[in-house]
């Protein structure tokens, strides 16, 4: 009988540390068997600004996960975020010799063109992900191998971050006594956590609203066609009502998720609230409340809404839908004021398609963490990923833990340890002109270059030999007897 693989997920944000652990068995199934959540503010807009206190809440989030699964954690695969990333779409193009195949090879030839573009500054490479390819001038072809013509184009995104904080993030885990099998960007990670079937045949914009950030993702059947990171998120709306009304964050935090609305006429009109002002106790009604948040709400909209418009031309003509997720997206009155601003259907999209303990990730909050699991099972060819059981398990379960076996063939073992399984270096398939708007250029990140236990960076032209069936495909697949 064929052995289950634990897969951990890792997501590392403004407001809290999340740890998901799933069971994925060889015929696909996909359980949760443990969680564990620590507030934290460790972060800063994406980066660490305390190794320490990083190290710590990574500890007891990951402890808090094992104690529910009953199994220990090896290896983690975490979410990234920040004003330090940059993403850009590179086009490349080979010329194909007349009447002959065209081959692997001349594959990769396209796709190190598509590469030899200058990123700027400290830069290292997070994902590289040839998307459709062109023969010809003919458009929309996913595996062009076997086929005729004489020139071969083809359009590869890349996701970068500073080394700095790069760096930092992976020195908190290996410190907290983990390897870190990959690190994914946070919009892909939440759309693979949220997406459906028919959202993947589709265009359709992600938008995860977390703490400091929000992550944009336009995914255009089934590939990321723009991404972007907004540099505000749920936090900056806490300080809004924290200034205006005198009041703590934590009061204003409090406040704003048990009574405030995103939409001022949907907020309850006989309902006022009691706060302690430093004066005094201070009347408040819910619809002032409401009418302090919707104008940062809206202001995050339009700044995704400006971004996808310039970059890719109107969103309304574009897409076909908005998932909003994230825990910003809580918020009430979040969907009807997305619609207002995108004119698109608006929907808040939480994990789907789980076995196991699949309520405790029921949330938007619970996106990321389980993306990062998808991309950790997608991640592995010989895992055959296959719909979830309707039925949960719970419980304490006997598992082998051991590292599977590398079978991708570009993986950079950790000494002392069986080779792990290097994630497809996918994680961002883009059309043009992928932007990200950012407060700080990645030149003014905080530099750290403390050697790290487990670096494993993966080649664009090692990576293109495994795309016969890339990862989109196989998510895909993972969908279509579920729906």
């Not at 202001?299 to 971004?307: H, Q």
């Not at 996808?308 to 979040?334: F, H, K, Q, W």
Request: glycine share 10%.
């Amino acid at each position: 009988m064929k052995e289950s693989r634990i897969i951990v997920g890792l997501d590392i944000g403004t407001t809290k540390i999340t740890t998901v652990i799933g069971e994925l068995s060889y015929d696909g199934t996909l359980d949760i068997i443990g969680e564990g959540t620590v507030q934290s503010d460790v972060l800063k807009k994406g980066t660490v600004v305390n190794l320490e206190r990083t190290t710590e809440a990574i500890r007891k989030s990951m402890a808090a996960a094992e104690r529910v699964a009953g199994v220990g954690v090896h290896e983690v695969f975490v979410s990234v975020s920040g004003s330090h990333i940059k993403a850009i779409t590179s086009h490349g193009l080979a010329a194909i010799r007349r009447n002959q195949e065209i081959k692997r090879e001349d594959v990769e030839r396209a796709i190190e063109n598509a590469q030899a573009v200058d990123l700027g500054g400290n830069l290292e490479v997070i994902h590289t992900q040839p998307q459709e390819f062109k023969i010809d001038g003919q458009e929309g072809i996913k595996n062009p191998v076997g086929m005729q013509g004489v020139r071969l184009e083809v359009d590869v995104h890349i996701v970068a971050g500073a080394s700095g904080p790069l760096a930092n993030l992976r020195r908190c885990v290996n410190e907290a006594g983990v390897n870190t099998g990959g690190v994914v960007l946070q919009a892909y990670a939440s759309g693979l956590g949220v997406l459906d079937a028919t959202e993947l045949e589709t265009t359709v914009v992600v938008v995860d609203i977390g703490g400091s950030v929000t992550d944009v993702g336009v995914f255009r059947r089934g590939n990321l066609a723009h991404s972007a990171v907004i540099p505000i998120g749920g936090d900056h709306v806490t300080t809004d009502l924290s200034q205006l009304f005198k009041i703590p964050p934590e009061e204003a935090a409090r406040i704003k998720r048990k009574h405030g609305s995103a939409l001022p006429e949907l907020a309850d009109p006989d309902l006022s609230l009691e706060i302690n002002q430093p004066g005094g106790i201070a009347t408040v009604s819910a619809f002032d409340l409401s009418r302090v948040i919707k104008p940062r709400v809206s202001e995050i909209f339009d700044l995704v809404r400006r971004e996808i418009d310039d970059a890719l031309g109107p969103v309304e003509l574009l897409a076909s839908s908005v998932v909003l997720t994230g825990g910003g997206s809580l918020l009430r009155g979040m969907t009807e004021l997305a619609r207002d601003r995108f004119r698109l259907p608006v929907r808040v999209g939480s994990p789907r398609a789980l076995g196991g303990l699949s309520d405790v990730v029921d949330s938007p909050l619970y996106a990321t963490s389980v993306g990062l699991l998808r991309y950790a099972a997608l991640s592995s060819p010989q895992m055959v990923v296959a719909p979830a059981p309707v039925q949960e398990k719970v419980g304490r379960r006997q598992v082998v833990t051991a590292p599977p076996q590398n079978t991708l063939g570009n993986a950079q073992p950790t000494p002392g340890r069986s080779p792990n399984p290097a994630p497809v270096q996918t994680a961002v398939n883009g059309a043009s002109h992928v932007t990200v708007i950012s407060d700080k250029s990645s030149s003014e990140a905080n530099i750290d270059t403390t050697p790290v236990r487990h670096k494993a960076p993966v080649s664009a032209a090692s990576n293109s030999s495994t795309q016969g069936k890339g990862i989109i495909d196989r998510v895909r697949e993972f969908f279509k007897d579920f729906f």
